[in-house]
């Protein structure tokens, strides 16, 4: 983390920056003009200023997605959401993070704000002292329907889906699994929480944005869709005729469906799959977390898939 920087020298090269109110530092203003990317620096002190609502709404997580917007909150997220090509609107961080920021800042092609401020300031927000001291807001794209993202992904196809998943730290690191996994698209069904929420976001460590996703209203018409297409829908629902995980193939066109940690998949999202598939253990244990039982399927599907 940012720490070598003069905390008091950077903040008043940065308040000098803020070109639209004091008109001082224009070449910074030029740069930061080129048609590249346009910043509009604001020095804050406090957080009552009515555009910062978002920043001090992190629970309202509905609110933030009926808005169209998502919070990132941890470091490394935001410096993924900086390059991606999601729409970036604001970011409220130290002037030590500003500086670290400034090259992913530059290469945009947005109209973003930055609210500087100091780092108790920040912590205000969360409540507690371990603050990384970047934040920003960004727009959700409008996102791909399942045909467009098929039209567009290579084959042999390999999906995910899940059904029932409201724990948003989960949900984030199934989309990290993917990602992790080369999976051409995510499937994300009507049961499940957001993806863009915010601790779904932070859980993904910002793959997200990288990470085609697919929310649709229903699971099982869509597990059907894939299936009339030729794709092998597999639930890993652990049950006494499943087939075990090494037995399973995963080379062609395949979705793996996962459900919830407890209840698992529901019976309608069963018999619209082809088969059940699970995970040897031993006779004790009868799951895993949906993280971690994501991770070994994907696993063994680019096992599968390197070795064909």
Known sequence: ????????????RLVAWDYEKSGLGTPRAERFNSGVATLHIRPIETLDAPE????????????????????????????????????VLSLLVTPAWFQQ????????????????????????????????????VARIPPKPDLDTLLASAPRPWLL??????????NLGAVV????????????????????????????????????????VGSLVDTLRSLRARGVRCLAAHPRPEAL?????????????????????LTDAAVAACDDTVEIPMPSHMNSLNVASASAVFLYEATRQRDQS
């Open 1 to 12: 983390m940012p720490g070598s920087i003069g905390t008091e020298d950077a903040w008043m």
């Open 52 to 87: 910062l609502a978002w920043y001090l709404t992190l629970k309202r997580v509905e609110e933030h997605e009926r808005e169209g917007i998502l919070v990132a909150t941890n470091a490394k997220v935001v410096q993924r959401l900086l390059s991606s090509r999601f729409p």
């Open 101 to 136: 920021l400034e090259p992913l800042l530059e290469a945009r092609q947005d109209e973003i704000t930055v609210y500087l401020a100091e780092k108790p300031l920040l912590e205000k927000i969360t409540g507690y002292q371990m603050h990384q001291g970047a934040l920003a």
């Open 160 to 169: 995910a889906a899940v059904e029932g998943i409201a724990n948003a730290e």
């Open 176 to 215: 990290r699994n993917c990602a992790a996994f080369g999976v051409h698209g995510l499937i994300v069904g009507e049961t499940c929480g957001s993806p863009f929420q915010r601790r779904a976001v932070s859980g993904s460590m910002g793959t997200l944005f990288e990470q085609p996703v697919v929310q």
């Open 244 to 264: 075990k995980l090494r037995s399973a193939d995963l080379q062609g066109d395949c979705c793996v469906v996962f459900g919830a940690e407890g209840p698992g």
